[in-house]
């Protein structure tokens, strides 16, 4: 993300992402291994969460740096929205 300038920031969403890997592959141990379907099922809603966490947050940031931040000319605040409307196209479905 382009506008993702803090190291802190940009170290806490690669965590966030490392951590969603570390439940994918909890899934995967849970089927290769026969476990019981409904802990498969909680594990699979676990991460289907953490996955809307991390959109949501991203989407945040995105809106404040493309659409609500100062000193953008109209044509960037359209191509941010035009940019997130598509996003939450796809990410609805």
């Known amino acids: 993300m382009a506008h ?3 190291p802190e920031r940009t170290q806490a969403l690669v965590n966030r992402v490392r951590r969603i890997g570390g439940q994918l592959q909890a899934v995967e141990r849970a089927l290769e291994g026969g476990a019981d379907c409904a802990v498969t099922l909680q594990r699979v809603a676990a991460v ?3 996955v809307a966490g991390l ?3 991203i989407m945040l940031d995105h809106l404040r ?3 609500a931040a100062p ?13 997130l ?3 939450l196209s796809r990410y609805a479905k």
């Open 85 to 87: 409307a598509a996003v």
């Open 48 to 50: 289907r969460g953490a």
């Open 55 to 57: 959109m949501d947050e």
């Open 65 to 67: 740096a493309h659409v």
């Open 71 to 83: 000193g953008l000319s109209d044509a960037e605040r359209q191509r941010g929205a035009d940019e």
């Open 4 to 6: 993702l300038t803090d």
